[in-house]
């Protein structure tokens, strides 16, 4: 005759009958356990839409992962993994290419220099920012205010951000090696 344990899984939660000698833990028992992960994951996915939402927002801002992290209570480790799971870049990567497309916008008007447009996209060293602006974009900053500028002055300002997103270095075409 097998002995019945209870277990509480989750307090909020009836007692889940144990058999000794199985496996238990989260996920193992069915319905019963899985319905307290599906919540947990929908409030996790909650909280990474306020945390891109305040990237959005604050791009100008110093962010850094542990500060937004510290905003929707989370660490800063599994802040980093659920966002990659979630939206398929970091939150660095995200605040970045964020702030390179601001950066190309204010490029194509043609009237600031490259470090007034570094700055005012909250990026604090020049450096960093073109390089990562040469990275996204396939040319550097200086270059690319020289060849959209005039170009851009006639197109809507709509259809330039479309036609000039951004594109990660992964995503773009590779050209085909010649073989001789």
């Known amino acids: 005759m097998l002995e019945h344990t209870f277990e509480y899984v989750n307090p909020r939660l009836r007692p889940v009958p144990r058999i000794p000698g199985t ?3 989260r996920g193992t028992i069915g319905r019963v356990t899985s319905r307290p992960v599906e919540e947990q ?9 306020r945390v891109r939402d305040r990237i959005d927002r604050d791009y100008t801002q110093p962010l850094d992962v542990e500060a937004l992290a510290r905003g929707v209570h989370m660490s800063a480790g599994h802040l980093s993994r659920e966002f990659r799971r979630a939206y398929g870049e970091s939150p660095y990567s995200y605040l970045m290419t964020r702030r390179i497309e601001r950066a190309m ?12 447009v570094c700055f005012a996209v909250g990026c604090s060293s020049l450096g960093t920012f073109s390089t990562r ?4 974009v396939g040319m550097p900053p200086s270059a690319y205010r020289d060849r ?4 851009a ?6 259809e330039a951000k479309k036609v000039t ?3 990660r270095n992964r995503e773009a075409a ?3 090696p010649h073989l001789t």
């Open 174 to 176: 590779r050209p085909e």
């Open 41 to 49: 994951r929908l409030r996790d996915l909650a909280r990474l839409r």
């Open 148 to 151: 959209t500028a005039p170009a």
């Open 105 to 116: 916008a204010l490029l194509r008007r043609g009237d600031l220099s490259v470090t007034e």
């Open 23 to 25: 496996v238990s833990g």
């Open 153 to 158: 002055a006639e197109m809507p300002s709509c």
């Open 133 to 136: 602006f040469t990275e996204l």
């Open 165 to 167: 997103r951004p594109i």
